[in-house]
């Protein structure tokens, strides 16, 4: 659970904008988003090969770039 405690003289819009921030940098506001509907386990297990797959990519292309 996310809290945000108002400081003194600290306005509402500055605690909201930190209170967004946190969400954000949680990853709350992702987790929202994809449970909203429903995903097929099939597509579900599609979409993680795929993020897997572009991790794997990622990395070696780094690691190729690196030697020189």
Do not use: D, H, Y
């Amino acid at each position: 659970m996310i809290k945000v405690q108002v400081r003194p003289n600290e306005s509402l819009e500055a605690a909201l904008r930190r209170f967004k921030r946190q969400c954000n940098q949680s990853g709350l506001f992702t987790t929202m988003k994809e449970r909203s509907f429903f995903t097929k386990p099939t597509t579900a297990r599609r979409l993680e090969k795929k993020e897997r797959m572009q991790t794997i990519k990622r990395a070696e292309r780094i690691r190729r770039n690196a030697r020189f």
